[in-house]
């Protein structure tokens, strides 16, 4: 089992979207996705066990307890800003109809270093990076969002070869084509029409209109116009382990 890995709301979704668009040849929608690379926290994990590489997605820290545990071959680890993630989440949560305030989201991720929902399961955004990215017996790739992002052709790729595969230029640019916002943002919305998606475990009733899975996919983004001193907060909180976003791997 190799594992793609991240703390919520870091771009899973969409690297998992580009893996299966490059293995299976189209990125059709997410239940195909979900069939290629199952969601760990579904239920449906033993599905990997059907394709070669076996790959999974989890949002679990890493340790001797993590499921699989003695079959894991390796972790593809996706890290963003945690400023970025915290909006994600706000968002992701505001989508699936939860009655959130806007500020005291804010405050509780910042006590809490990460979402306070799953502080319990995962730990804080530093805690669940370090435990991916500062273990020392676990091959790993670590993929920082907002490179991803910036160059999607040499993310790609680089994932590709640590999957033992030599990547195919012409795929990898057809899989990028195939996951680009617009797309997947087309996809989603035809799938909540349909009512057939797997992208929204809490079902389709309350999710809120105008508000996307798919997101704006926000990098360098502030929290002023959630209240005036929640950037220095949140700065404050976080500055010590922002080092964690340098161990991703440069891509040319």
């Known amino acids: 089992m190799i594992w793609v890995a991240s703390y919520p709301r870091s771009g899973n979704t969409w690297l998992r979207f580009l893996l299966s668009a490059y293995l299976l040849g189209e990125a059709r929608d997410s239940r195909a996705v979900e069939a290629r690379i199952p969601n760990l926290h579904r239920g449906n994990i033993d599905k990997a066990w059907a394709h070669k590489p076996a ?17 894991t071959r390796g972790g593809i680890y996706l890290i963003r800003h945690p400023k ?3 909006l994600s989440n706000f968002n992701y949560f505001k989508l699936q109809g939860e009655a959130v305030e806007d500020r005291a989201f804010v405050l509780d991720f910042i006590h809490h270093g ?7 399961s995962m730990g804080g955004w530093e805690e669940h990076a370090s435990s991916w990215i ?5 091959p790993r790739l670590v ?3 907002e490179e991803m992002k910036e160059k999607p052709h040499a993310a790609l790729a680089s ?7 030599e990547p195919e230029p012409e795929r990898i640019d057809r899989a990028v084509r195939d996951c680009e916002l617009p797309r997947l943002r087309r996809i ?29 996919g926000g990098v360098g983004q502030g929290l002023a116009h959630l209240g005036d001193d929640l950037d220095e907060l949140f700065d404050r909180r976080f500055g010590g382990s922002l080092h964690l976003l340098d161990a991703a791997e440069p891509l040319s």
């Open 134 to 138: 500062e273990s020392a017996s676990l």
């Open 84 to 86: 970025d993630v915290l």
């Open 114 to 120: 990460g979402v306070g929902w799953w502080h319990d």
């Open 143 to 145: 993929i920082r969002y």
């Open 159 to 165: 994932v590709i070869r640590f999957l033992g595969i």
């Open 188 to 216: 989603e919305a035809e799938e909540r029409q349909a009512r057939l998606s797997a992208l929204f475990p809490g079902g389709f009733d309350r999710l809120e209109p105008g508000r996307f899975f798919f997101n704006e």
């Open 55 to 71: 790959l999974g997605k989890t949002h679990l820290p890493w340790s001797e307890r993590h499921p699989l545990h003695e079959e």
